[in-house]
């Protein structure tokens, strides 16, 4: 069997001038702790700090970019356990280890060999051959204090983590860990999709269920906006910095009060076309930034995915199934609406997200050059890899700076594997910056802060962490 | 005048580690047989075996990566001998030597100094001063024996090479091919366009030649539909592995079978909307999945090419000349109907390609990497290039991994040039595993596989060949 | 203070052998006059040869790229002086200079740091501690002879110079640098926006002023076409050799006379719809192709750019005010309808410009590459800069090759910085071609006439200089 071995060189730049620079620079800040402002971990870990399952459980069946390369090679998603609590996980995960040459060149395949040897300290190749040791040794260890949520958090130095919530939810376990005494920081982030999107899956019970949390009348334009109102300022109250839009286009509006109210008044009734649903989501994005120019809430847009586009998958098993495409994405003409009306407010921060790359030297530097409001997300979901954060820094750099992106985002609910996924954007970042420093265009000093900025300080900042 | 030369390093990456492994991983994979499962070249020469003409007829004419080059800088296409017989070849390819300089950085000019130093052996490059020499060495070798097609298909090695005929087409060529008792693989690839798309040229009459041939009503659509099935059964029985559909776009559709009919009624009238013409497209690409999935062609899709986008140059000399520009291309919204149907038929197998790379790494990477029937064929006609080799790896490996994608085409006519092309793709491929080996991403040993699987066994594999 | 030195060999590549073949091949091109075939600096300063005023007038208030990026950032444009006389220069350019670090990775950074070297000779860093010695040092110098227009044209080496005008401009700036007896060449360009775009601010008055200036009668048709033939004809007299079109988007039109009568007759008498006024710019385009042909004025199409975006800045402040976003913009559709009447003329000449970098591979240079009219213009504004000259030429070079390319333009009102622009770009070239020459795919020899023809001679011949 292959050897397993990380090599302390990986991602940098072949030249050997330019690695030694980025070597060096990596050297300074692949100690510091990780911020991770976005994210979907489940708070619940950390509230119970109950351990794992098996090793099928945690890494398998939740991690989407590893069932759907499964799934495009023929694995039923039945066999490896998604959606069928009656496979076999040892089964399923050897059907993942046979497999894994799949993963060649692909992030997936670094994340989890950096869990693989620094987590569980695996010195060979997952394969075949290695099937059962691996999954005895990690299911074996997951049921070890140390291996703990908690414990891990606390050997992967997280210095902050924000989870991501539905208005509707209670925080319970936000206030769980609140109460217990650890000194973890794991703040919420306010998603209000489900009660935004008209099209969301539950929408009118989700309105309702709005109504009955906040006491407002949610079947009413204003009591909708004030019951949004409340549960912002609860989730603040319960840590949390900043809103999260997870919309299918960048679209915004900014229609007249009573305009809105009509509106309201259709997609709550739930009579209403694919238009109108599109431009009461486009409508509530401005009203968001109006409320965060009260409550202080960053603004997170995150557009252009397709959801649920394999039709057969979303009726058998719903949801998030590794079936989201990404699609072409407009931002100037999309964005202008919210920005006629609070482009200039420097008060206001909203950090652009793209799964469309084309957009990065054409609309998103350019915005995020000139309005004062705005901030670039870093590479974002199938982007956040080494050669789409390489593209990322190429294509938004000239024109925004660096000073206008806001550092790294994990997004993951792969907990384990958040130290990798930082440590891949340090290792990217300083790449970027060695060779800006070997072509002479920055100094070494300079690429020095800019690589404390990028990994720590401009996450802090961007989201008033 | 100057010596030409082929490079034993040529398109290596040019930091010296890296080059060495991309030396090593090309030296074990530079001699194995080609497999081309997608090309134009004429079935005729293998049929016949005759001499080809000479040096301006061979390389100038048929090549329309040439003779636009040339266009655009001003040399007439009659001058070259593009629809002009009376032209002196002579002296056409004066024209092109003179402007050989024009070529530098491109493809053309490393297919054609490979031909010329490899197959003819000429040790100066092309230019005014060694044009007689050219034409006047490559049009005698032509006259000999080892210049014959036979001859030059087993000097190249060349396992398999699938020509591309329409369902009109008696295969003549091939069967004579069989019948020959030479041993050269020469199959076809069915090309319904000139029966499926209402806009073809002589449409109208290409549904009765279709009819005549095969004995059922094409002016019925169940007829219709029986026609094709026949016509794929003699196109497999003549080996052909595959189907290849090139339409203006990538759309699909998923009608009833009852309006299906109605539209087939309108079609084949020849009274129709523009829409309706895509829309009939549309349906029949479904309609060829279905067929996929019981005689089990492989499919291709070659979408996103405005034809004959120079409306002089068409009326003046038809179609093929040059002046074919991509289009912007939508593939996530237009092949939903069709995988709405099929998308989770691991049976099927649908290779996608684009002029449009944009597409890649938004669109094309995410949808291969999810849907079992998709997989993505290489960087197509202008991104038949080293850089745009490069790029389809860089901005797909990521999502769709290597296992999703088909290994090389050379989609070709030039002949002469196939190994060239070939090589091209090997060295490319090389050069980016050794820097994914350099950055300690994969290891060598992964590398030294893959360099096997891009070069043989994935285009075997997913060609069914 | 950190020093300030501009190392030699910067931007040139990183690999040793690969930088030494670009150091070698800038040194036989760095020296080389400047062509400078399209800008916007101000013909009065050759004319007048007044010293400039001081360096907040000089380097911040009319550099948009500098005061964009600061007010991104928060800092007030009315604090840096923008429309704002009462600012005190010395406290906006220390607002500037405390923020020097933003532009780190940026082009502006690069061209700044060599105007503050070269031109003024700054040995130490831009920064809140060296505000007032820059301040003062530049506010000196420019007072001085060796700092006049004139004589630092001469000192930049500048062979010629296009200005642009509106046609409603009298030249005489022009005049009077003529009749001067000074030898420097500066040109005009013609700029019809004003009075062929009828969403132009003040379109309606612009074509009364243009009937006054020609004694046409503008309100007419014919007697408009008339007028700017009377109007190229004068630009022409004083040195013209193009214009240029800085249109919402490539569209263009061929509308029959009685159609465009018709259209005229609408936008001129100022009750038109979006819809018309973009059909009306369209038309103009090709009716601007046709006066080209007889009068040889090399036209320029620079679309794309989404102007005064800013709804709020526009209103207080008014056009070009960093809030110009480019959109995704389409060639291929948008160019047929002037390619089918003029497409094969090989007498006409049309530049394109993209501010889409995705349109580069999959249309211009395909376009570019077959089209005998067609010819690329270099990376432009937001690409303007080390990475998008460098994606230029690998997304364009393979299909359009470099000799459908037309050497670099500065594009800039930035004087001062206009060697630092030229140099960039041939230092990107000159790395580019090394990585060819490295990589064997073209000779040495070759890439050393390439570095000649992108720096000198294609900008000549191109804009016919």
Redesign the interface.
Known sequence: M?NLE??P??????????RAIARQLYGTIKDLPIISPHGHTDPEWFATNANFGNAAELLLHPDHYVF??L????VPLAALGIGNPAADPRESWRLFAERY???????S??WLDWVFAEVFGMGVQLGAATSDLYFDTITEMLATQGFRPRALFERYNIEVIATTESPLDSLEHHATIRASGWQGRVITAYRPDPVIDPEFEGFQANLDALSALTGEDCRSWQGYLAAHRRRRAFFAEMGATSTDHGHPTAQTANLTAAESEALFAKVSSGRFTPAEAELFRAQMVTEMAAMSLDDGLVMQLHPGS?RN?????FTALGRDK???????T?Y??AL?PL??RF??E?GLSLILFT????AY???L????????C?KLGPAWW??D????MRRFR??T????????TVGFNDDTRAFLSIPARHDVARRVDCAFLA??V??????D??AA??AQDLTYNLAKAAYRL
């Open positions: 292959p990380l090599h060189d990986r991602l940098l730049p072949v030249d050997p001038d330019t759907r390369m799934y495009s090679q023929g040459h799949l993963f060649r060149g692909t992030p395949r670094m397709f586009h394999n039709a057969g998958l590794g079936a989201d495409i990404p699609t072409r407009d100037v003409h202008k920005l006629d482009g200039n420097a799964l469309d790359e084309s030297a054409r609309e530097a350019p915005l995020a050059g000139h309005y004062p705005l199938f982007h890899s080494p050669e789409g190429e294509m750099t000239e024109t925004a700076g660096f000073y206008n060779r800006l070997a072509e002479h265009r920055i100094e000093w300079e802060e800019l």
